[in-house]
């Protein structure tokens, strides 16, 4: 992670996200800008949050850590997402793991800072409400997804999420790198045999192809129609 601090790109989100409604005080300068490298965590779960994040550049993955050892994939966050609004409201801590899989931006607030700022902000405790009634009411879809889906459409939108959009990396937009199939299995709760059975489904169907730890996606459009809005 890498931090810097610089007021006209931080007013260029400002503008773009309208985050100067979030907040009635001005505190552009205690934020500061974290940038995170592909594949590097931004917090891991039962870690303290030493910060308030606005993801305002890339995407991030969102994944919890079962009593099993296991991990299972919730989602996807794109700008504008808030990262830290459960534990600024109860002080506890984090409880999923957040994972860049692309080159990431945010605008960083300490967190006690904040605490001592904003908990009397009568527009940022609004936002606050927003963000997490809306993290509340997509939950139960994110675990309908798990449960219900078959691992065919979880693939493909997984596989179109974390396809790299990246300017400034250079593999193919096309093209993914992959992990090892036993952590992408864990991540989308289902066994190694099920998920190389799917993988090799759509290799038939003509929408990927394998190619030594690289999969080649041939067909976008139809891993989209699979797909649907799943993690999004």
């Known amino acids: 992670m890498k ?10 989100y400002f503008k773009k996200y309208n985050i100067d409604n979030i907040f009635k005080e001005n505190i552009v300068d205690t934020m500061r800008l974290h ?40 989602r996807f966050y794109t700008p504008l997402q808030v990262m830290g609004d459960i534990e600024f409201v109860n002080g506890d801590l984090t409880a999923c793991d957040v994972e860049a899989v692309e080159n990431v931006t945010c605008i960083a ?9 904003a908990a009397n902000d009568v527009k940022f405790l609004q936002f606050i409400c927003k963000t997490l009634g809306s993290k509340l009411y997509n939950a139960s879809y994110w675990n309908a997804i798990n449960l219900l889906y078959p691992l065919e459409n979880r693939l493909a939108s997984y596989f179109l999420a974390i396809m790299n959009n990246d300017e400034n990396y250079t593999m193919p937009f096309s093209e993914i790198e992959t992990d090892k199939l036993t952590d992408i299995a864990e991540l989308l709760g289902t066994s190694y045999r099920h998920l190389n059975r799917t993988l090799n489904s759509l290799c038939h ?28």
């Open 3 to 12: 931090s810097s601090y610089n007021k006209e790109i931080l007013y260029s």
């Open 35 to 74: 940038t995170f490298n592909r594949g590097e965590h931004v917090c891991k779960a039962h870690e303290k949050m030493d910060y308030f994040y606005l993801l305002v550049e890339g995407k991030v993955k969102i994944y919890t850590l079962l009593k099993n050892g296991k991990s299972l994939l919730l």
């Open 109 to 117: 607030i300490p967190m006690k800072l904040l605490k001592n700022t």
């Open 205 to 232: 169907k003509g929408l990927l192809k394998k190619e030594k730890n690289t999969i080649v996606i041939l067909d976008k459009e139809g891993l989209e129609k699979l797909a649907g809005d799943l993690y999004e």
